[in-house]
Structure formats: structure tokens, C-alpha cells
């Protein structure tokens, strides 16, 4: 199996478990997959989709990394059209089907980048297999205590050059977190709140 250099993304979406829970069926089943699509149709950087999780999109690249601002924007824009179809769709199935409102969704977005990420060609689809994969996806498991997030891994800001990484992005500044995963180890990483881009 080859392995590249990898850009790891994963857009995950917060609250599934009790939109699904809390939604019937018929609702569940046009709101989630739409708001997947808008998320898959908003990449601009060149993404490649993996797999589609339920809730979350595995998106990677392999080769050059896209510029630092590039990559911030691109997260930028996921979260802003994520909830621009969010509220397309509130408005929607309220007039459509006298819904009060669709339960509370967010948006968090986990950047990981690893040196050996293995790929495997599994009909039309990338399977991606390696202890970075792992580790993508176990930093969705964190202390952050917010539903909208930006977490970007030390491993990947590593890759950039300091003079180039911008911690403040004009909405909020990273902020530096840790956290200790079973069979891992520590995993440090930063951070930012992304919820006051809707505040714009």
C-alpha cells in the first residue's frame, strides 16, 4: 500500500446525535445529506473526499500543502455556507411542513497532517489507513467546550513556517490545547471559535 504526506480534514457536525434522536425520520433524512453536499460542494482547494461518516466528511490531500490563509479560508467558508444551508433549510421545511424549528446543528473542522498515511483504492473511494487517521479522528474527542470550532494538530502547523501562520484571524485567536488519548499519548493542537463568524 503506498503512503504519502497527507492533509487530513474532517468537517464533523455537532449534535447529530440528538437531531437524529429528537427528528423524525423524513426530515433527518433531507437535512443531514444536504448539509454534507453543501459542505462537499463548498471545497475550493482541492479536497479529495475518503469517506462520507454518517456526520462528518473525510476530506485529504496529498503533495504540496495549500497556503496557510488559503486553508484558514477554506474552513471560513465551510462553516459560513454550512449555516447559510442550515437556515435555508429551517425556513424551508417550516413553510413546507409547519415545522417549529430543526433542532440546534454546529459545525466543528479537525486539520491533521501526516507523513505516512497509507491509501488503498476500494472501488471509486480512497480508503485511508495509518496512526494519523486515527489520530484525525480522535481529536474530535477534546476538551474544547464549544460546538463550533476550528482545531488545527501541532503536527500540521509544524509544516508552516512561523512567519506565515497567522494566529489571529480578525474573528479570534488560537488558542494552545493538549490532550492525552489512550495508546497515543499527548496530542497538542490549537484551536479557535468559530462562532463569531455568524456574528458578522
Sequence with gaps: MPSYPTLICIPDISGFTRFMSDTNIELSAKVIPALLNEIIYTNEIGLRVSEIEGDAVLFFKTGELPPFSDLINQCKLFFTQFYKQLDAL????????????IPQLGLKIILH???YVESVQIGNHIKLMGE??????RLLKNDINEDEYLLISEQLLNQYHDKIIEFNFGWGELQVDEKRYKHIGNINYSYIKMNKLLED
Design 90 to 101: 429551517a425556513t424551508q421545511y417550516t413553510q413546507e411542513k409547519g415545522i417549529d424549528k
Design 132 to 137: 494519523d487517521v486515527i489520530i484525525a479522528h
Design 113 to 115: 497532517y501526516g507523513e
